[in-house]
């Protein structure tokens, strides 16, 4: 028997009880929507957004130079090719959609009961992505968000499989609500002209408010598309 077979990487796992589905949803809401703790755990978004914008950049054909992730959680992805461009665009595009939708694949993955796979593939993504981090508290931010979802596959049973996943997912869906929010907020009280709103306005000539529409849309369509999967309804 394989290791692969081993670990049923690829197999399915039964499904949690409702309530538990329920209660993860509502711990992950916890660390969305009080201020103090999001400001901690938005650290997390901030490695899906940065993510979103270096794998974008690497399928589209750029050069991807590093990535940064800062202690006030917020990031930079530094990217290599032409300055316009449907890859520039894709790229730029990628941060503010990245949480959500990674959010979405995981909810489809949990549906179909495939929570180990989930987490293996989290822990490689996150794996993938050290590789590019550029400084120490990217490195740390990164190395203990990576190592929880190690433990947790390599050393936990199922029913706490599946309460972590969950988690994880919920808080994909729900934190990424959150920052077109705070990037609209932003803009009105204090505009530089650099947020990835902006910065798609210059590449396209489409206004930023449009932009935003689009980051909004795919947060929330994303957060019902995916907490449908959770429910089960």
């Known amino acids: 028997m394989s290791a692969l077979q081993d670990f049923q990487l690829f197999g399915t796992q039964s499904p949690p009880d409702q309530w538990l589905v329920v209660v993860t949803g509502l711990a992950a809401l916890a660390a969305v929507v009080p201020h103090g703790l999001w400001r901690l755990s938005r650290n997390a978004i901030t490695i899906a957004h940065e993510g979103g914008h270096g794998l974008v950049a690497l399928v589209s054909g750029r050069r991807l130079d590093g990535i940064r992730l800062h202690s006030d959680t917020s990031g930079l992805t530094v990217s290599r090719g032409k300055p316009h461009g449907l890859g520039m665009i894709l790229t730029a595009a990628a941060g503010y959609t990245a949480p959500p939708l990674l959010g979405l694949g995981g909810a489809w993955l949990l549906a179909a009961h495939h929570v180990t796979l989930f987490l293996w593939l989290a822990t490689a993504l996150l794996l993938a992505m050290l590789v590019m981090i550029r400084n120490a508290y990217g490195v740390l931010t990164v190395v203990i968000t990576g190592a929880a979802f190690l433990l947790i596959s ?80």
């Open 154 to 233: 390599w050393l936990t049973g199922p029913d706490v499989q599946s309460a972590f996943a969950y988690t994880a997912v919920w808080f994909l869906l729900l934190g990424g609500v959150r920052p077109a929010f705070e990037l609209q907020r932003k803009r009105r009280r204090h505009n530089d002209g650099d947020s990835d709103a902006d910065q798609l306005a210059r590449l396209t000539h489409v206004p930023p408010a449009l932009w935003l529409f689009l980051f909004h849309a795919v947060s929330v369509c994303s957060l019902i598309g995916g907490g449908r999967w959770l429910l089960g309804v």
